[in-house]
Each structure stands twice: as C-alpha cells, then as structure tokens.
C-alpha cells in the first residue's frame, strides 16, 4: 500500500448500516448483497446454510439458557446468530433438543453453534465494508 | 446421516476452511492456498491429537 492510499479516508459505502447488519443477521450473505458483494454473498450463504443443516442432520441441539448451566447462555447467544435459520429450526422442528444419545450429537452441536458464530463474524465483516475499513 | 467421525470431521474442516479463506483473505490465489493450508492442517491436526490420545483410556 502506497502512502497516498494510507493516508486517504476510507470510503463509506452506501446505503443505510443498520440495514447492512440487520440483513447479514437475519440471512448468511444477505448483507454483503446489499453492500453489493453478491459473489462472496452466494458463498457465505452456501457455507453457514449448509453447516447449520449438517447440523440439525447430525442431531445437534439448538441451545435455550438454563439457569443451572450458566455457560448455556453463551450457547443460545451463537444459536441465534444464525438468525432466521435458528428461528425457523425451532418454528418447524418438534425437537429442538437433539438427540444426546446419538453417536453424532456433539458434532451437531459443533456444527449449529459455528454456523451462529459464523455468521455473527459476517456482520461484523459487514460493518467494517461499510465503513470501507475492508474493500 | 452417516455416524461416520472422519466424515463428520472432513466436512466440518472444509467448510470453515472455505469461510475463512473467503473472510480473511482477498484474491482467487490466495484464497485457494489459505482454504488447502487451513484444511489440512485441521484434518492432519485432529488425526495427530487422536493418535496422541489413543493410549489414553477411555474409562478410568
């Protein structure tokens, strides 16, 4: 990077923040398409998507907070990263809970819980474009 | 789904290798090179940590 390019404000996108990071949670990839980076979008969507299915598929629990288990809280906080697709799991699942006794559970819940982190990393990545702190 | 741990593990390494390759790194080839370098250093990280682990009983 030059110095001129150091030295130059970043450039703000347009459109509206709020908008930008609302859309990124309610749906992976939705807020870089609104900040027109539909390729990466496509991507994004395909990635998390695919990884909160694997896994409800592999029985992974979708986390509520339970008073006697304090780090739960921390668990429901990644669940509902995932935005519209935690929601909708839990509108359309009878249970919600897993299954605790299926040799795959811990990998389900691996797999649901990083799809909620990933996506809260992707309206952070939102932000930052449109703060034009990344092109 | 397959109760196979391998491929659970293979899956879980290719699509966090993807989405970080794509967040923190910009251009097709560098891209690429980190999506293989993440891969694989997470499938041959957990096949070492099990072998490390493997004389360690599961009940004792």
């Known amino acids: 990077m030059s110095r001129a390019e150091a030295a130059a404000p970043p450039v703000r996108s347009r459109g509206n923040l709020f908008v930008a990071l609302l859309l990124a949670w309610l749906f992976p990839g939705l807020g870089h398409a609104y900040l027109g980076k539909r390729g990466t979008a496509v991507l994004y969507a395909v990635i998390v998507t695919a990884a909160f299915l694997l896994g409800l598929g592999y029985h992974g629990k979708l986390y509520v907070h339970e008073p006697e288990h304090p780090l739960t809280v921390l668990a429901t906080f990644a669940c509902y990263g995932a935005g519209l697709l935690n929601i909708g799991a839990r509108l359309l699942l009878d249970n919600t809970g897993g299954n605790v006794l299926s040799p795959t559970f811990e990998y389900g819940c691996a797999f649901i819980l990083t799809a909620g982190m990933m996506n809260l990393l992707l309206m952070l990545d939102a932000y930052d474009i449109f703060t034009g702190a990344k092109s | ?60």
């Open chain 2, 1 to 60: 789904m397959p109760a196979d741990h391998f491929l659970a593990m293979s899956l879980y390494a290719l699509l966090t290798a993807g989405f970080f390759a794509l967040l923190w790194r910009s251009g097709r080839r560098e891209r690429w090179r980190y999506f293989f370098f993440v891969l694989l250093t997470m499938l041959v990280g957990a096949i070492a940590a099990g072998w490390v682990m493997y004389p360690v009983p599961l009940h004792p």
